[in-house]
């Protein structure tokens, strides 16, 4: 065996006067620094990809990745609409990377009932549009089939809005529209979704297309707009801008213009992306400072162990060996420490994390945090990567402290007690 490993090794095991070294402490501690350090930052970087993945899971479940609309169409959604025939859509559908094309109208109102009243948006979608996202909100009652022909006079509503109007599945409510004249249409609440995003909850309904255009006074082939959805998120700044050289300032039939705009840059989101971003920052800032306070642990341990062992380090000096081989001893030596460390920090945080997925004991109030619970999600890779990169840190932080084995003279070093 390599002579410093093989002593490293020693060292480590052996538990002669091991209650009277003043190096046990030392050890306790460092091992201790090490494995609450990785344990904190295990949890950090998991509960904030858990985080964001939530958040920003809900948010393109609401939110198309890319929408072509009128460049007006946020001033106004029903006075600005645009062609959407199948024309279009097989055009943009050439683009690379979309899975799915669907068209939407949207229209403001009111919901007004005996006691209360709510401005809201009502979302109006046809066949063509894929609700599933949608559906794994849905608290009460079912989904509705939406139609662009028919008006079915369904509705879907925001358990936020059904406790303000105390409203439930089943129930009719009515539905009042300013123009130039006052129109009425009159609804059945088929489901309740809940996503605990205010942005969502307060804001929007959902019926079917035929309704909305009808309110709207458009044409058959008009509507607000096209939500495009992505095979992969990734290629979201490929395909709006691809897009973009396909079909942005182009004018229809109409003269109405196209605008394509993504869900970063959407007015309706990229508030949300923007903080999420920031939490990026969170998180290396933890990480530094955590891998710092790791890093002087193990460095004072160091300094004790090579104090503590100046006699052995002395007579290895005077039976030949050099400074390097000496310091190679001291830095294995910490390295397995490291590693008990490191051994002790990932059970903790897998079991930590492991207690919080299954059973979610750390509630949150989804009023402020958009979620009832701590969301956390591993990631095997992030997990190597930050156990390579503190076992490596440790160890680099350890080389200059090392060097003071050099400076033991074995004569006296020897006579040392």
């Known amino acids: 065996m390599h002579l410093p490993l093989f002593l490293a090794h020693k060292f480590f095991l052996s538990r002669e006067n091991k209650k009277k070294r003043a190096s046990t402490p030392a050890i306790h501690i460092a091992t201790a620094g090490i494995a609450v350090g990785l344990t904190v930052m295990l949890l950090a970087v998991f509960i904030v990809r858990g985080f964001k993945n939530e958040i920003s899971g809900k948010v393109t479940d609401f939110a198309a990745d890319i929408e072509i609309v009128n460049p007006y169409y946020f001033a106004s959604p029903e006075g600005f609409p645009v062609v959407t025939d199948t024309a279009l859509i097989e055009k943009?559908?050439?683009?690379?990377?979309?899975a799915h094309i669907q068209r939407f109208t949207e229209k403001v109102g009111i919901l007004k009932t005996d006691e209360e009243f709510q401005a809201v948006s009502f979302k109006g979608v046809?066949?063509?549009?894929?609700?599933?996202?949608?559906a794994k909100y849905i608290i009460n009652g079912q989904m509705p089939k939406f139609s662009g022909d028919k008006t079915l006079g369904k509705l879907v509503i925001s358990k936020m809005q059904s406790d303000l109007l105390s409203l439930k599945v089943g129930d009719k409510v009515y539905a009042y529209f300013f123009e130039d004249a006052v129109k009425m249409r009159r609804f059945e609440v088929a489901a309740v979704y809940q996503t605990?995003?205010?942005?969502f909850d307060k804001t929007f309904v959902w019926t079917d297309m035929a309704t909305v255009r009808q309110l709207n006074s458009w044409k058959q082939n008009q509507s607000s707009g096209l939500e495009i959805r992505l095979r992969d998120f990734s290629l979201l700044d490929n395909a709006t801008n691809h897009l973009k050289d396909m079909v942005e300032e182009k004018k229809d039939e109409y003269g109405s213009a196209y605008g394509v705009i993504n869900i970063k840059q959407n007015p309706r989101t990229s508030g949300i992306f923007n903080w999420l971003s920031l939490l990026d920052?969170?998180?290396?800032?933890i990480l530094i400072l955590v891998l710092a306070v790791a890093g002087f642990s193990m460095i004072s341990g160091l300094l004790i162990l090579i104090l503590e062992r100046t006699n052995t380090i002395g007579i290895l000096k005077a039976l030949g060996s050099t400074n390097a081989k000496i310091r190679s001893t001291f830095l294995y030596y910490a390295m397995f420490i490291i590693l008990r460390g490191l051994l002790i920090g990932n059970v903790l945080s897998l079991l930590l994390v492991f207690i919080q997925q299954k059973y979610k004991v750390i509630p949150l109030n989804p009023e402020t945090y958009y979620m009832d619970s701590v969301p956390v999600q591993f990631d095997p890779w992030i997990w190597l990567a930050i156990n390579v990169a503190t076992l490596l840190f440790t160890l680099m932080a350890l080389i200059l402290p090392s060097y003071l084995v050099s400076r033991v003279q074995p004569a006296k070093a020897i006579k040392f007690d």
């Open 281 to 285: 920052m969170n998180i290396w800032v």
């Open 126 to 134: 046809a066949e063509d549009y894929d609700t599933t996202p949608i």
């Open 196 to 199: 605990n995003m205010k942005q």
């Open 92 to 98: 943009i559908s050439q683009v690379n990377g979309i």
